[in-house]
């Protein structure tokens, strides 16, 4: 069975940082392609990143520059650095194989 799970949220002053982090189990992470999707109060599914099996990245034009993805398969870890963060970024932040198999989320708040 597939297992995700995020941590490393929490609230944040605009212009800070967060890591965020995603444990997997269940699969075999090393060969999976993986994704970060976050979801605003009141909006839908948002993408926001993706690293394939072989470490390609790809990033939603909102976090370009601010974002970076990373993976670490020795220990089955799924990253997100997220600096220069903005009032808009606060979401739930989900990692994710595909856009409906997906962990429970963590919380990041920006604000003042």
């Known amino acids: 069975e597939v297992h995700l799970v995020e941590s490393g949220g929490g609230l944040v002053q605009p212009g800070g940082s967060l890591r965020l982090s995603c444990v997997a189990s269940?699969?075999?992470?090393?060969?999976?392609?993986m994704l970060w999707f976050r979801q605003a109060p009141g909006k839908g599914l948002e993408w926001v990143s993706s690293?394939?099996?072989?470490?390609?990245?790809a990033y939603a034009e909102s976090a370009k520059g601010r974002f970076t993805v990373s993976r670490d398969n020795a220990v089955n870890t799924l990253y997100l650095q997220m600096n220069s963060l903005k009032t808009e970024d606060t979401a739930v932040y989900y990692c994710?194989?595909?856009?409906?198999?997906r962990g429970q989320g963590t919380q990041v708040t920006v604000s003042s």
């Open positions: 994710a194989i595909t856009r409906t198999q």
């Open positions: 690293i394939t099996s072989s470490g390609t990245t």
């Open positions: 269940g699969f075999s992470f090393s060969t999976a392609n």
